[in-house]
């Protein structure tokens, strides 16, 4: 499409043209395009705005993300979303400056929310105070991007922090995701208390983040409490359990990942052939072998696979 035709939809007074001109903007020969989808974001119609924040999320400039961060507090519900969406797939670590000098500005929950995600995965560690910080906030979905944050950077001085989320949050999400921030933990013993505890908690969702991060931390002396775990009432759960005590080559574990094998979830069993290969027990061969007359052939080849990692 020629510039100058596309420069003239821009401002048709037909909002439609214009959003549909900003649509085609990727595909003009317009070497202005950076600018023009800047000028669409304050565009007066809505859904022009919304096109021109979902088309930014390729662009990585400071003039963007500034514009991006003001798009956070659109009048517009699709506008604000369409906005962090786009910040969020920021990945040069230097588009992190504009996204830390608007936090401490920020006042709705929603924004300060989006900047925490969009900081995430750039690894800033000037986002570490402000995000130990917001864990102490009254909204959920920011001490949740908070948490993310936390999550990457990877620093000891955060764990007594982010247990006390994982045991005591209102907010399931919170707690979810805090007990598997746990699991950069440097001292085991430091958050071991914690995720035992999650183990217990009312939500699948938080007990089966724990036994996964208890076997990505190698908890050893967890592995009673991963035994009992595969009697959760969530299948979900129990496919955790068994993953973590493949993991942690658990010998006490072989009655109940034995057990596991005749589960009406195939998937359950598939993760149970697997740990018991891990695990290496002789005691599983029979099962195992049983295990080759399973009716799902994925769980069939599992089987085989860990009676030879057994017998070799």
Request: aromatic share 4%; with cysteine.
């Amino acid at each position: 499409m020629l510039t100058a035709t596309i420069h003239s939809r821009l401002e048709n007074t037909d909002p439609e043209v214009r959003r549909i001109a900003v649509m085609n903007l990727l595909d003009s020969d317009a070497d202005d395009i950076e600018t023009l989808l800047l000028t669409a974001l304050k565009d007066t119609d809505a859904k022009v705005r919304v096109e021109a924040a979902r088309l930014l999320e390729g662009c990585e400039t400071r003039e963007v993300v500034a514009g991006l961060v003001i798009a956070l507090e659109d009048s517009d519900i699709e506008v604000r979303e369409a906005a962090a969406a786009s910040l969020f797939e920021l990945k040069e670590s230097s588009m992190g400056d504009g996204l830390l000098a608007a936090l401490p500005l920020a006042t709705a929950p929603f924004v300060k929310a989006a900047l925490f995600r969009a900081l995430r995965e750039l690894r800033r560690s000037e986002a570490f105070a402000p995000a130990l910080a917001a864990l102490r906030e009254s909204a959920g979905e920011v001490r949740c991007a908070a948490l993310g944050v936390l999550g990457y950077l990877k620093n000891d001085a955060a764990l007594s922090e982010i247990a006390r989320i994982a045991g005591a949050d209102p907010d399931p999400e919170a707690r979810r995701i805090a007990v598997g921030a746990l699991g950069f933990a440097g001292d085991l013993a430091a958050v071991t208390p914690a995720l035992k505890q999650a183990l217990n908690d009312s939500f699948w969702q938080v007990r089966e983040e724990a036994t996964a991060t208890l076997g990505k931390l190698l908890a050893m002396d967890a592995i009673g409490d991963l035994i009992a775990a595969m009697d959760d009432p969530y299948w979900q759960v129990r496919i955790k359990a068994a993953r973590s005590l493949g993991k942690l080559k658990a010998r006490a574990a072989l009655p109940v990942l034995i057990d596991a094998l005749g589960h009406a979830i195939s998937n359950l069993r598939k993760e149970a052939a697997v740990a018991l290969g891990e695990v290496g027990d002789a005691g599983a061969i029979p099962a195992l072998e049983k295990t080759l007359r399973d009716p799902d052939p994925d769980v069939r080849k599992l089987a085989q696979l860990a009676l030879n990692q057994i017998q070799k």
